[in-house]
């Protein structure tokens, strides 16, 4: 399933095919929430449109900053200052990611992973680190850390917490809907 997925992101130059990319992309991870907020058709649109106008070139490529400032947007909505990302963040998840779409996750003549994202991957980073925060599976390095496994469950409740209220507020708004800027800031708007 990934390979079929890595693959079609080499393949982009009609929007069908970048709407169709997304929806595989997304769905391998968190396929309900990225359908559950009533912009998702809209929102799909105009990633597939600057999507596609990036890979062709009329559009620049998305810096790993901008990635990180999206994000921190929405937990300055959940005031949770303490879960902000850095661009050394969100470099890091882009070679991890790498690791499972090579092909996906842009790199340089080197082979190292390219500064600037595509749309749907910079999109796809959004949900990826929302994932990681909501992760209540202490990680084998801290397992035999009392007080440290103690305080990665507490951070990640306390994220959970935050995000279950904001969502009360916000009613129909998926706390997803954070993607959405990330395609504006490539001015498909």
Same mark, same amino acid.
């Given at each position: ?14 929007? $069908? ?7 595989? +992309?997304?769905? &391998? ?19 597939? &449109? ?27 909505? +959940?005031?949770? $200052?303490?879960?902000?990302? &850095? ?21 340089? $003549?080197?082979?190292?992973?390219? $500064? ?9 980073? %959004? ?8 992760? %209540? ?47 504006? +800031?490539?001015?498909?708007?």
């Amino acid at each position: 399933m990934f390979e079929r997925i890595d693959a079609m992101s080499q393949h982009i130059s009609t929007q $069908p095919e970048a709407e169709k990319f997304a929806e595989a +992309l997304f769905g &391998t991870y968190y396929y309900g929430a990225a359908q559950d907020f009533p912009q998702r058709k809209e929102w799909k649109r105009k990633l597939a &449109t600057a999507e596609v106008a990036t890979a062709k070139g009329t559009r620049p490529a998305i810096g790993e900053q901008d990635v990180a400032d999206a994000y921190n947007r929405t937990l300055e909505y +959940l005031n949770l $200052p303490e879960f902000r990302v &850095t661009r050394d963040d969100v470099h890091a998840r882009r070679s991890s990611l790498s690791r499972v779409y090579p092909k996906t996750f842009g790199r340089q $003549p080197d082979g190292t992973i390219a $500064p600037n994202c595509r749309p749907i991957e910079a999109a796809y980073l %959004l949900f990826q680190f929302d994932l990681l925060n909501e992760q %209540l599976d202490v990680p084998d390095a801290l397992k035999k850390d009392k007080v440290g496994s103690a305080a990665f469950i507490e951070r990640a409740r306390r994220y959970l917490r935050a995000k279950k209220e904001w969502k009360k507020t916000h009613k129909d708004e998926d706390f997803q809907k954070a993607a959405v800027e990330v395609a504006h +800031l490539v001015g498909t708007d």
